[in-house]
């Protein structure tokens, strides 16, 4: 079946720009993480998306960064002002019923951000 | 506070040989346990978890994770390494604060597996 798909792959973009970064999960999957993975580095947790209730926004970096799930599927993440230090790779995340024995997540194959 | 530690940034097994990759934890309660593989350009992928039961969990592409409370480790291993198993690994444990189903992650282990 059809696995969690992000787009574009890859974005090129001029410091001071903004860029959305596209996520669709897998059909069904009610709960949707966004991460960030620098060079060498581990992931970092961005936000949390789970049914109608309030997304966990805790992970943010700065109020630069924002994202929406619209009608419990696709998930945008806009940052705006790009900094060259928003350049990573950036993982969208989908289970599809937390806590109901389901606890692993899908991974997207990532957006790799380059701010030039 | 929750946390996950991959001590090794890097491990270096010989083809044929047994691997093992080291994962060290710190949660209050009982920890919900993942290894997770990421090969170049692509995503992570599920490799196996640890939520209750039989302390040797089994997953894919051969590897295998045992969770040792008294140690709070669930190291990963395999017991032949083969060459197309050299990628990134990361173990991660469930957060349980909050109420949400958030996973932290270890920074990462490469492995290298050598012909």
């Known amino acids: 079946g059809a696995g969690v798909s992000q787009s574009p792959s890859n974005k090129v973009t001029e410091k001071g720009k903004d860029v959305e970064l596209r996520c669709d999960p897998i059909s069904g999957h009610t709960a949707l993480y966004w991460y960030r993975q620098s060079l060498g580095q581990g992931l970092e947790f961005l936000i949390y998306?789970?049914?109608?209730?309030?997304?966990?926004k805790s992970g943010l970096p700065s109020d630069r960064f924002s994202a929406e799930r619209t009608g419990g599927s696709v998930s945008t993440l806009t940052i705006q002002r790009t900094q060259q230090e928003d350049s990573a790779v950036y993982l969208c995340a989908s289970i599809l019923q937390p806590g109901q024995g389901q606890y692993e997540q899908y991974f997207g194959p990532g957006t790799r951000l380059t701010v030039t | 506070a929750q946390s996950v530690a991959q001590p090794e940034d890097q491990v270096n097994v010989a083809e044929g040989n047994p691997l093992t990759v080291k994962c060290t934890y710190s949660v209050s309660g009982n920890p919900y346990l993942f290894w997770y593989v990421q090969y170049p350009n692509r995503g992570l992928q599920f490799l196996l978890k640890y939520i209750t039961g039989d302390n040797l969990v089994k997953g894919s592409y051969g590897f295998e994770a045992e969770f040792n409370k008294s140690q709070t480790s669930f190291h990963l291993k395999k017991p032949s390494a083969l060459v197309s198993d050299s990628a990134l690994y990361f173990c991660?444990?469930?957060?349980?604060?909050?109420?949400?189903?958030?996973?932290?992650f270890g920074a990462g282990t490469r492995l290298a597996v050598h012909p």
């Open positions: 991660a444990v469930r957060n349980l604060s909050g109420g949400y189903n958030k996973l932290i």
């Open positions: 998306f789970q049914g109608n209730s309030a997304p966990d």
